[in-house]
């Protein structure tokens, strides 16, 4: 394997910062509160990847993150390289790292969350454990522990929708302002959902460097 090739930032792209350029893809920065790829309806239809392919038409999402989560994301640079990088992550070859804050305090330092998950409700849509649910991984380590919250980083081996937040959800640790699975008295009406993209790491399929794409917390 060659060597690691750590974060290039370069100039942002229709406003959003790039974490990293490749001649094959790029990786950038998506704010919290901006969807992937557009929903059903004009309210709906500002998305990450509209505003890129206004730019730059070629683009094209390997992934997606939830609205509110903020963090990296990447982006094939055509139609070939989106197959090749979407074949990592259907292989599990792509290692995410997250950091959340959540409501309270896990009794132990790290642990791993092993529940099967399911849609229960559309709208909006929700997803909690069930037994006829896909099967999900999420591995989780306690980084820092407050008055009523902790700071945990969250390596998901699996990619569901809403994994993380509806694992920390089922066992007892909400992430701080998530608005579907904390309840109002965790204070679910905060300005952002704690949880943030801010590692990824893969073999590059195209020279065999291993890629390692960082983004800092947005938050204190």
């Avoid at 099967?135 to 902790?150: M, P, V």
């Amino acid at each position: 394997m060659a060597e690691a090739s750590e974060s290039i930032e370069g100039p942002s792209l229709a406003g959003l910062l790039v974490r990293f350029w490749h001649p094959h893809f790029l990786v950038v920065d998506k704010p919290s509160g901006l969807l992937s790829q557009p929903g059903l309806g004009d309210a709906q239809s500002d998305s990450l990847i509209t505003r890129v392919q206004a730019v730059r038409p070629e683009l094209r999402l390997v992934h997606r993150l939830d609205r509110d989560t903020s963090g990296l994301l990447l982006l094939a640079r055509d139609q070939a390289s989106l197959k090749v990088l979407g074949g990592l992550f259907a292989d599990r070859k792509v290692h995410k790292l997250y950091a959340a804050d959540v409501h309270g305090h896990p009794e132990a330092l790290s642990g791993s969350v092993r529940l099967p998950l399911a849609r229960l409700s559309a709208r909006p849509p929700r997803y909690g454990p069930h037994r006829e649910g896909r099967t999900c991984l999420t591995l989780w380590r306690c980084a820092q522990r407050g008055t009523n919250r902790s700071r945990l980083w969250l390596a998901p081996r699996t990619g569901r929708s809403h994994q993380l937040r509806a694992h920390l959800a089922a066992i007892g640790y909400p992430v701080i302002g998530d608005p579907i699975y904390a309840a109002p008295a965790h204070g679910s009406c905060l300005d952002r959902l704690y949880l943030h993209a801010l590692g990824l790491s893969f073999a590059d399929p195209f020279s065999g460097q291993r890629i390692r794409v960082r983004s800092p917390l947005p938050w204190p």
